[in-house]
């Protein structure tokens, strides 16, 4: 069975850092496509960040710089390295598995419970 369990999520104040963690169960990390999703109070859910199998990244314009997105293969876990955190940072983050090695919209197939992310002071 495929699982996802996001943490490390929490309030923390403009500029702080935060580390979010992945855990994968039923499937291994690195032969798929991860992403990380988040979804702000009264929008709409939106990729941040992804890490293809063979290990290129792609994030959002407005983390650029800011966040990182990694995976650990042998925990088989994704993280996400928030830095230099901003209150527009505020939502709720979700990790989420594609289907394929490579990511495209729509393309992905489980994701986790999400984790809660205040930036605020």
């Known amino acids: 069975e495929v699982q996802l369990v996001e943490s490390g999520g929490g309030l923390v104040q403009p500029g702080g850092s935060l580390r979010l963690s992945c855990a994968a169960s039923?499937?291994?990390?690195?032969?798929?496509?991860m992403s990380w999703f988040r979804q702000a109070p009264g929008k709409g859910r939106e990729r941040v960040s992804t890490?293809?199998?063979?290990?290129?990244?792609t994030y959002t314009d407005s983390v650029k710089g800011r966040f990182t997105i990694s995976r650990d293969n042998a925990k088989n876990t994704l993280y996400l390295q928030m830095n230099s955190l901003k209150p527009e940072d505020t939502g709720v983050y979700y990790c989420?598995?594609?289907?394929?090695?490579?990511?495209?919209?729509?393309?992905?197939?489980?994701w986790g419970q999400g984790t809660q992310v205040t930036v605020s002071s």
């Open positions: 890490i293809n199998s063979a290990g290129t990244t």
């Open positions: 989420a598995k594609s289907k394929t090695a490579v990511y495209y919209a729509g393309g992905d197939d489980y």
């Open positions: 039923g499937f291994t990390c690195s032969s798929y496509a």
